[in-house]
């Protein structure tokens, strides 16, 4: 008869950030536990509130699946004496096995006889189990920051106050460092009762709810979600999408209900993001969009409790909110009393990174740096001018009151004065541009100087940091390095920009050097860096579908510009769909191992045989046409071309010897197959693609 597990961890309520990775860890950790005891179930789910972790196992057996196994004894020549009875050795092997010497028979094993024997091991029981191993299921959740408490040796994210242990209607006591286990739990720390007994697993979730606790996260999810979205349809409004946001409030409620509140009049004047960063940053309220997506005097907040005198509960949100909101209009009208560009110089009283300097540096390098990549991708004059003042503008924000009240505010408060203070639509965006992205699938920069400041800023700070030798190591990337360099590629692709990341990386280099006068290996750390952004490229490539072997084909080579080498890998993607290549690449391949020992491209057409010579004018016939496709960027039909040198590169390898004693002659063959081999190149490594 199948059975049903109840573990509730009940804890001091615990940040909303660390439920989801808790629980993913509980339930991965009880998976392995039932495999590796050779327990069989049917389904293991995961629930939370604030104030618990759960895990309820359903359909599980009621004992270990009896375990079969071969077991080694002694070798045969001490198993018996002289007589052929057992010896000691056998007798304690048996009896060490429980069974007789009906059960034995002998084995070869390197060479020599061994005693064997089948045993079965019963299977423990289930409640055996489970009493053994749950406190280490429990030690083994792992949070970023744990604590002890009470004189405990067992570290958890906040202190264990109870635990339920229930199979079916079964106390399954354990020892966690003396908490108390049974099979009370409580309810909602204001609606509910301080202790509920729980008869039986079956019954727990509802006598849960019955004391205004609802377990399951996922249904607390529904109740805010369209709960919020019933009461701002009322109000002809939208509730914005916001993931993050809704998934912490339901990890911070154990019984949710949503309320709408009022923005007071007076502050609708301040900019949208004045008005909502402190709602969700500090309130976790909701905003209430208009179909053109402007701001509605309300907001959405959820209560821990019922409708029980909601009317009051509206009122004290309005007024904490109203408070919030005082503050964020006195930062914001003290902040625009002076012009933007007036708190530059204030930016050299603050530290960008103790080795690299302020972060007035830190503009200069931007600054400089923007203005050279729009040089390397040609500009107007107009959008260098806006590059320039974006960049000398860019970090100004972070000084005032409220960037450092709200430092999730910042560029987009540089924005918003950069536009009081009479600044130009487009360096104003380039001023929020800059940080963007700032996560996985966030909006990228809309405007060129936008791009191009957002990657002088991004290509400056893992500059700087390489060079002063802090990188990503492993799962470490504490700088959100990598999270930049994917920026920078994504925007490159974006924008379809042709920038070398090579000269990229030497510019934002030599700027640590004019500007700050840092010292480090030049040629070392310029390499570290090409190695770790091709790192994000092959990662980004790969993971959009593009054969491993075509990108590191193209990453292999010279080619360091990305918005090309993602042409190359897209139509090398294709163009290897065609049958019958492996032979062309083998003919490829060839050429590719002997060019390498060529001193020069120089052929003499005197000194080359008829055989030679075929292979010779071929090349020849088509070099035009390929250099012509390559600046077209049409890398297939380039390739295309490439294909008719296959019967006489073989004819060549047949009929010719390359590596002669003749330097003259050698040397003249290796320069044909130079020849060849650097046009090929020019495309991509070929000899790096796998024939399949």
Known sequence: MSKKYLLEIGVEELPARLVGDALEQLKNNA?????????????????????????????????????????????KKIAFDENDNPSKALLGFMRGQNIDISAIYTEEYNGVEYIYADVVKTGKTIEEILSLN???????????????????????????????SLLDDKIISFDLEGIAVSNVTKGHRFLGNSKIEVPSVDEYMEILKKNFVILDQKERKDIIKYGSEKLVKEKGGNLPKDESLLDEVTNIVEYPTPIIGRIKEEYLSLPKDVIITPMKEQLRFFPVLDDKNRLLPYFITVRNGNEEHIETV????????GARLEDAKFFYMDDIKNPLESYVEELKKITFQDKLGTLYDKTKRIQSLGVKVGEYLEVGEETEKNIERAGYLSKADLVTK????????QGKMGMEYAKTSGENEIVSLAIFEQYLPRFAGDELPTTTAGAVLSIADKIDTISGLFAIGIHPTGSQDPFGLRRQALGIINIILDKKLSISINELVETALYFYVDINGLAFDYEKVKQEIIEFLNGRIRNMFIDIGIRYDIVDAIIGTNIDDVYDMKIRANKLNEWLKKEGLSEILS????????????????VQRSLLTEDEIELYDKFNSIEEKVNNLLLKKEYDKALDQLVVLKEPIDNFFDKVMVMVEDERLRNNRLGLLKKIYDIMVKICDLSKIVNK
């Open 31 to 75: 998976e392995n536990l039932l495999k590796d005891e050779r327990i069989n179930y049917n389904n293991i789910n995961v629930y939370s509130t604030p104030r618990r972790l759960s895990l309820i196992v359903e359909g599980l057996d009621e004992r270990q699946e009896d375990l079969k196994e071969k077991v080694k004894g002694p070798t």
């Open 134 to 164: 749950i406190p280490n299921l429990i030690k083994m959740i792992n949070f970023p920051k744990s604590m002890r408490w009470g004189g405990k040796n067992i570290r958890f994210a906040r202190p264990i106050r109870w635990l339920v």
């Open 314 to 321: 509206i009122k004290g949100n309005e007024k904490v909110l």
């Open 402 to 409: 409220m960037v450092t009240e709200f430092t999730e505010l």
């Open 587 to 602: 003919a490829f391949n060839r050429v590719s191992n002997l060019a390498e020992k060529a001193v020069s491209d120089e």
